[in-house]
Protein backbone atom coordinates (compact mmCIF):
# COMPACT_ATOMS: atom_id res chain seq x y z
CA UNK A 1 0.00 0.00 0.00
CA UNK A 2 0.98 3.71 -0.02
CA UNK A 3 2.09 6.06 2.69
CA UNK A 4 1.90 9.16 3.14
CA UNK A 5 5.45 11.34 3.59
CA UNK A 6 5.22 15.46 5.11
CA UNK A 7 8.14 17.68 6.08
CA UNK A 8 8.08 21.13 7.83
CA UNK A 9 5.31 23.60 8.73
CA UNK A 10 5.07 25.63 11.95
CA UNK A 11 4.03 24.51 15.65
CA UNK A 12 2.90 28.13 16.04
CA UNK A 13 1.11 31.59 14.90
CA UNK A 14 4.56 33.36 15.74
CA UNK A 15 6.43 34.68 12.93
CA UNK A 16 9.12 34.51 14.82
CA UNK A 17 9.05 30.97 15.31
CA UNK A 18 11.44 29.22 12.51
CA UNK A 19 9.42 26.68 10.58
CA UNK A 20 10.09 22.52 11.64
CA UNK A 21 12.98 20.63 9.86
CA UNK A 22 11.34 17.53 11.13
CA UNK A 23 9.97 14.54 8.53
CA UNK A 24 6.93 11.90 9.19
CA UNK A 25 5.98 9.01 7.10
CA UNK A 26 2.03 7.68 8.33
CA UNK A 27 1.11 4.17 6.70
CA UNK A 28 -2.82 4.12 6.61
CA UNK A 29 -3.33 0.39 6.03
CA UNK A 30 -0.66 -0.13 9.29
CA UNK A 31 -1.59 2.93 10.86
CA UNK A 32 2.06 3.44 11.65
CA UNK A 33 3.66 7.25 11.89
CA UNK A 34 7.39 7.30 11.45
CA UNK A 35 10.04 10.40 12.42
CA UNK A 36 12.75 10.72 9.90
CA UNK A 37 16.48 12.49 10.20
CA UNK A 38 15.94 16.17 10.84
CA UNK A 39 17.24 18.09 8.01
CA UNK A 40 19.00 20.36 9.54
CA UNK A 41 18.87 23.68 7.45
CA UNK A 42 16.63 22.62 5.46
CA UNK A 43 13.48 24.23 7.01
CA UNK A 44 10.19 25.28 5.18
CA UNK A 45 6.27 25.96 5.76
CA UNK A 46 4.01 26.88 3.41
CA UNK A 47 5.87 25.01 1.13
CA UNK A 48 4.82 22.40 -1.46
CA UNK A 49 6.09 18.92 -2.73
CA UNK A 50 5.75 16.38 -5.28
CA UNK A 51 7.25 12.28 -5.21
CA UNK A 52 9.91 11.58 -8.46
CA UNK A 53 10.71 8.36 -8.81
CA UNK A 54 9.10 6.60 -5.46
CA UNK A 55 11.67 7.57 -3.51
CA UNK A 56 12.32 11.00 -3.90
CA UNK A 57 10.21 13.66 -1.91
CA UNK A 58 10.84 17.27 -3.89
CA UNK A 59 10.28 20.12 -1.76
CA UNK A 60 9.52 23.35 -4.04
CA UNK A 61 9.35 27.00 -2.33
CA UNK A 62 8.21 28.07 1.23
CA UNK A 63 9.10 30.16 4.08
CA UNK A 64 12.81 29.07 5.24
CA UNK A 65 12.34 31.22 8.74
CA UNK A 66 13.74 34.69 7.17
CA UNK A 67 12.82 34.76 3.05
CA UNK A 68 10.15 33.15 0.80
CA UNK A 69 12.02 31.70 -1.25
CA UNK A 70 11.63 29.34 -4.76
CA UNK A 71 14.29 27.21 -4.10
CA UNK A 72 14.31 23.33 -4.31
CA UNK A 73 15.74 20.56 -1.97
CA UNK A 74 15.34 16.76 -1.76
CA UNK A 75 14.48 13.83 0.64
CA UNK A 76 15.43 10.58 -0.16
CA UNK A 77 13.48 8.15 1.63
CA UNK A 78 15.73 4.70 0.91
CA UNK A 79 18.76 6.36 2.35
CA UNK A 80 17.28 9.12 4.53
CA UNK A 81 19.27 12.14 2.93
CA UNK A 82 18.15 15.41 2.62
CA UNK A 83 19.92 17.42 -0.51
CA UNK A 84 19.74 21.01 -1.94
CA UNK A 85 19.61 21.23 -5.30
CA UNK A 86 20.69 23.70 -8.26
CA UNK A 87 18.78 25.69 -10.51
CA UNK A 88 19.58 25.99 -13.98
CA UNK A 89 20.76 29.23 -15.63
CA UNK A 90 18.55 30.96 -18.18
CA UNK A 91 15.29 30.29 -16.62
CA UNK A 92 12.71 32.47 -15.05
CA UNK A 93 12.11 31.65 -11.41
CA UNK A 94 9.27 33.36 -9.31
CA UNK A 95 10.57 36.14 -6.72
CA UNK A 96 9.77 33.64 -4.08
CA UNK A 97 6.96 31.10 -3.15
CA UNK A 98 4.59 30.62 -0.39
CA UNK A 99 0.88 28.75 -0.17
CA UNK A 100 1.53 27.88 -3.51
CA UNK A 101 0.89 24.46 -5.29
CA UNK A 102 3.15 22.11 -7.18
CA UNK A 103 1.48 19.76 -9.11
CA UNK A 104 3.34 16.37 -10.69
CA UNK A 105 2.55 15.94 -14.39
CA UNK A 106 5.66 13.75 -14.67
CA UNK A 107 8.72 12.77 -13.14
CA UNK A 108 10.53 15.35 -15.10
CA UNK A 109 7.55 18.54 -14.65
CA UNK A 110 5.86 19.88 -12.06
CA UNK A 111 3.68 22.65 -12.54
CA UNK A 112 3.72 25.53 -10.16
CA UNK A 113 0.75 28.02 -9.59
CA UNK A 114 0.95 31.30 -7.42
CA UNK A 115 3.29 33.25 -5.86
CA UNK A 116 3.29 36.06 -3.37
CA UNK A 117 7.01 37.13 -4.08
CA UNK A 118 9.55 38.82 -1.27
CA UNK A 119 8.48 39.97 1.94
CA UNK A 120 8.49 43.27 0.81
CA UNK A 121 5.51 41.80 -1.64
CA UNK A 122 2.60 41.21 0.11
CA UNK A 123 -0.23 41.37 -2.61
CA UNK A 124 -0.96 37.47 -4.56
CA UNK A 125 0.01 37.08 -8.30
CA UNK A 126 -1.58 34.98 -10.53
CA UNK A 127 1.77 33.46 -12.38
CA UNK A 128 1.70 29.82 -13.80
CA UNK A 129 5.39 28.04 -14.17
CA UNK A 130 6.53 25.43 -15.50
CA UNK A 131 9.30 23.42 -13.10
CA UNK A 132 11.79 21.15 -14.85
CA UNK A 133 13.08 18.44 -12.41
CA UNK A 134 15.75 16.00 -12.76
CA UNK A 135 16.41 13.84 -9.31
CA UNK A 136 19.23 12.39 -10.80
CA UNK A 137 21.28 15.34 -10.66
CA UNK A 138 19.24 17.49 -8.61
CA UNK A 139 18.64 20.47 -10.23
CA UNK A 140 15.87 22.52 -11.92
CA UNK A 141 14.68 25.23 -13.99
CA UNK A 142 11.57 27.25 -14.08
CA UNK A 143 9.66 28.49 -17.17
CA UNK A 144 7.49 31.50 -16.47
CA UNK A 145 4.05 30.51 -18.67
CA UNK A 146 1.94 32.78 -20.20
CA UNK A 147 -1.29 31.91 -19.33
CA UNK A 148 -2.48 33.18 -15.39
CA UNK A 149 -5.58 32.49 -13.16
CA UNK A 150 -6.98 34.21 -10.56
CA UNK A 151 -4.74 35.60 -8.03
CA UNK A 152 -4.76 32.76 -5.05
CA UNK A 153 -2.92 32.27 -1.79
CA UNK A 154 -3.40 28.86 -0.26
CA UNK A 155 -5.71 27.26 -2.78
CA UNK A 156 -5.21 23.57 -4.26
CA UNK A 157 -5.13 21.99 -7.69
CA UNK A 158 -5.66 18.95 -8.85
CA UNK A 159 -5.07 17.13 -12.22
CA UNK A 160 -8.14 15.46 -13.83
CA UNK A 161 -8.77 13.70 -17.06
CA UNK A 162 -10.94 15.81 -19.16
CA UNK A 163 -14.08 14.27 -19.90
CA UNK A 164 -13.57 12.84 -23.25
CA UNK A 165 -10.26 11.22 -21.98
CA UNK A 166 -7.95 12.51 -24.43
CA UNK A 167 -5.76 14.20 -22.14
CA UNK A 168 -5.64 15.79 -18.50
CA UNK A 169 -6.29 19.44 -17.07
CA UNK A 170 -5.06 21.10 -14.21
CA UNK A 171 -7.99 22.84 -12.34
CA UNK A 172 -7.03 25.05 -9.23
CA UNK A 173 -9.54 25.76 -6.04
CA UNK A 174 -9.94 27.73 -3.50
CA UNK A 175 -7.43 30.38 -2.29
CA UNK A 176 -9.65 33.64 -2.74
CA UNK A 177 -13.02 35.11 -2.16
CA UNK A 178 -14.89 32.94 -4.38
CA UNK A 179 -16.49 29.36 -5.14
CA UNK A 180 -14.95 29.15 -8.73
CA UNK A 181 -12.36 27.09 -9.95
CA UNK A 182 -9.97 28.24 -12.64
CA UNK A 183 -8.58 25.74 -15.69
CA UNK A 184 -4.47 26.44 -15.75
CA UNK A 185 -3.30 24.19 -18.24
CA UNK A 186 -3.62 21.11 -20.32
CA UNK A 187 -1.57 18.55 -21.23
CA UNK A 188 -2.16 15.58 -23.61
CA UNK A 189 -2.17 11.76 -22.10
CA UNK A 190 1.49 10.93 -22.85
CA UNK A 191 3.39 13.76 -21.20
CA UNK A 192 1.03 12.94 -18.02
CA UNK A 193 2.69 10.02 -15.37
CA UNK A 194 0.55 10.15 -12.24
CA UNK A 195 -0.64 7.12 -10.51
CA UNK A 196 -4.16 6.98 -10.86
CA UNK A 197 -4.97 3.90 -8.17
CA UNK A 198 -7.47 4.24 -5.48
CA UNK A 199 -9.17 1.59 -3.14
CA UNK A 200 -12.02 0.65 -3.80
CA UNK A 201 -13.62 0.40 -0.42
CA UNK A 202 -12.46 4.12 -0.09
CA UNK A 203 -14.40 5.35 -3.54
CA UNK A 204 -17.65 3.32 -2.12
CA UNK A 205 -17.73 4.82 1.38
CA UNK A 206 -17.41 7.78 -0.88
CA UNK A 207 -20.29 6.99 -3.17
CA UNK A 208 -22.22 6.49 -0.17
CA UNK A 209 -21.14 9.82 1.24
CA UNK A 210 -22.34 11.89 -1.74
CA UNK A 211 -25.41 9.73 -2.31
CA UNK A 212 -26.59 10.57 1.08
CA UNK A 213 -28.98 13.08 2.54
CA UNK A 214 -25.85 14.65 5.15
CA UNK A 215 -23.69 15.71 1.91
CA UNK A 216 -23.48 18.90 1.06
CA UNK A 217 -23.86 20.25 -2.60
CA UNK A 218 -22.65 23.58 -3.04
CA UNK A 219 -18.94 24.67 -3.31
CA UNK A 220 -17.31 26.09 -0.61
CA UNK A 221 -16.47 29.35 -0.81
CA UNK A 222 -13.15 31.50 0.66
CA UNK A 223 -11.54 28.30 1.52
CA UNK A 224 -7.93 28.51 1.85
CA UNK A 225 -5.21 26.20 3.66
CA UNK A 226 -6.98 22.81 3.02
CA UNK A 227 -6.63 19.94 1.17
CA UNK A 228 -6.87 17.90 -1.99
CA UNK A 229 -7.21 14.59 -3.33
CA UNK A 230 -8.15 12.95 -6.13
CA UNK A 231 -9.68 9.31 -4.91
CA UNK A 232 -11.40 7.64 -7.90
CA UNK A 233 -13.98 9.62 -9.85
CA UNK A 234 -13.99 11.92 -6.50
CA UNK A 235 -12.08 15.04 -5.87
CA UNK A 236 -12.15 15.44 -2.19
CA UNK A 237 -11.15 18.80 -0.06
CA UNK A 238 -10.85 18.73 3.50
CA UNK A 239 -10.84 21.27 6.03
CA UNK A 240 -8.87 24.42 5.53
CA UNK A 241 -9.58 28.38 6.90
CA UNK A 242 -13.21 29.08 6.24
CA UNK A 243 -16.52 29.02 9.20
CA UNK A 244 -15.78 25.64 9.95
CA UNK A 245 -13.82 22.60 9.32
CA UNK A 246 -15.83 20.02 7.06
CA UNK A 247 -15.49 17.61 3.91
CA UNK A 248 -16.81 18.48 1.01
CA UNK A 249 -17.01 15.36 -1.61
CA UNK A 250 -16.87 16.54 -5.34
CA UNK A 251 -17.78 14.70 -8.33
CA UNK A 252 -14.61 14.61 -10.59
CA UNK A 253 -14.59 14.50 -14.34
CA UNK A 254 -14.38 10.87 -15.27
CA UNK A 255 -11.06 8.62 -14.88
Known sequence: GASCTYTGGVISADPKEPPLDDIVTYDPEQKTVESGAPGGLFRRSHHDAAELNNKCL?????????????????????????????????????????????????????????????????????????????????????????????????????????????????YVLGGRESGSEDLVGYWKTEKVQVDTSSGSRLVEQLSRLVSSDTAKHEAPRSLRHHSCSVIGPFLVIFGGEALGHHCLCLQAAPQ
Do not use: M
Open 58 to 170: CVVGGWDGAHRTSSVFSYDTETAEWAPWAEHRGGTPPAGLSSHTCTKISQRELCVVGREGGVRTQRRYASVYTLQVNASDRTYRYKEEESRTASRSGHSAALLKTTRGHGWSL
